[in-house]
């Protein structure tokens, strides 16, 4: 059976407004140094919002799916995107750092909660053939984002204000992502029913599952250093005497290199089996920290930079799949936002006691030992599962 034309007009979409969401996620850190010097804050401080809006979208996602069941995606990812524009339009007003918690932390949080589940749920429905393909190309929207946009931030700020730069890309938000929001709808009652009725655990058989608490012991341990260096290695690079533009880019390269970890990872993954590959990927994350531990310089930052989007795109692109794999498709996207929960923790944590660290010692060895070894046992905690019965994947 040949998908509708409209099938790949919804994958586009989804990639665009992923690109919009995690593109603004992640441009925290062309304004973190800002955020410090205006609020005169320690990193800790600044860090706590990058953590914040993180902690928000892993924890409300379930309830974004939820909306968009009732409402339709277009309507819980239309919410978002203003709740984004929003977040960042009252950052721009901001006069404490409290302010930014509550507008760029808790707008930004919310928003990607009510666009990231809807959106990507959105594409499985319209796919039978291709939809391994469908999915891997909208979910390089994050990707994209993340090279595209933090550059886009950083070049405002030097031109015009940070302040200004916040609107600018408020006003980005408003038009390219409402106008791919609006493009989203669910697939046709005849196109889900010909695929059939799934077959799976419930959320509430998963949660009885031991496969499904190794997995989330892997996802709880491996979140910290999966989110540290999107919120610091920008500033470390600043610390080695790195020009702003080149260590925001760091943040783009590590996009770069989830774009390539997102279709090579998955290569692998249908060769070795996907549950391997996810332990090996979080394995290869702890090992880059090494990396930027030994670095003293651009060329040895952008190395890590790389090796590490290459390990977390790959690890992001085999959690929905092996999810699948494991409990089947009858209760798939609760089972998978349960599992993101796990993500929370780690991603408000770690970069919030990042920072504390530094703030304390004046370096981010321990940092970086911590996340090497916090990496190692969620790579425990995955190859754990492949001694299961019944796994074959």
């Known amino acids: ?101 509550a507008t760029y932390g808790v707008g930004i949080g919310v928003g990607i909660a009510l666009v990231y589940t809807p959106a990507i749920a959105c594409v499985q429905p319209w796919f039978r053939q291709r939809r391994g393909l469908a999915a891997g190309i909208a979910s390089a929207g994050i990707g994209a984002g993340t090279v595209a946009v933090p550059l886009l931030a950083t070049a405002a700020i030097a031109a015009l204000d940070w302040r200004i730069a916040l609107r600018v890309l408020a006003i980005g938000v408003l038009i390219v992502g409402l106008g791919a929001a609006w493009l989203l709808k669910p697939a046709p009652a005849a196109q889900v029913a010909a695929g059939g009725r799934p077959t799976g655990e419930s959320l509430g058989q998963a949660l009885r599952d031991r496969r499904f608490w190794w997995l ?26 790195i020009d702003s533009a080149r260590a925001v880019g760091l943040v783009g390269l590590v ?40 670095a003293g310089g651009y060329p040895a930052l952008a190395v890590f930079a790389l090796w590490f989007g290459l390990s977390y795109g790959g690890i992001v692109s085999l959690l929905p799949a092996i999810c699948m794999d494991l409990f089947g498709a009858r209760a798939v996207a609760s089972i998978l936002g349960t599992l993101y929960t796990g993500a929370a923790a780690g991603n408000l944590l770690g970069p919030v006691v990042a920072g504390a660290v530094f703030d304390r010692s004046g370096s981010y060895a321990l940092v970086m030992w911590g996340s090497l070894a916090l990496s190692g046992l969620a790579a425990l905690a995955s190859a754990r599962l492949l001694g299961m019965r019944g796994n074959a994947y």
């Open 1 to 101: 059976m040949k998908e509708p034309r409209y099938a790949w007009v919804v994958v586009w979409a989804t990639f665009v407004c992923l690109a919009v969401i995690f593109g603004v996620a992640y441009s925290f850190a062309a304004f973190f140094a800002s955020f410090a010097a205006e609020f005169d804050a320690q990193r800790a401080d600044v860090a706590f919002v990058f953590g914040l809006s993180g902690l928000l979208y892993f924890l409300l996602g379930a309830g974004g799916g939820m909306l968009a069941d009732r409402f339709g995606p277009r309507a819980a990812a239309i919410a978002g995107m203003l709740c984004i524009a929003l977040g960042l339009a009252g950052s721009s007003l901001a006069g404490s750092l409290t302010l930014i918690y």
């Open 216 to 241: 989330y012991a892997a996802v709880v341990l491996g979140a910290p250093g999966m989110f540290i260096p999107f919120a610091h290695v920008s500033a470390a690079a600043r610390d080695l005497g």
């Open 255 to 294: 996009g770069i290199g989830s774009l390539i970890g997102r279709f090579a990872i998955g290569a692998l993954a249908d060769r070795i089996g996907r549950l391997l590959t996810l332990t090996l990927a979080l394995a290869s994350m702890g090992l880059s920290f090494l990396m930027w531990w030994a």
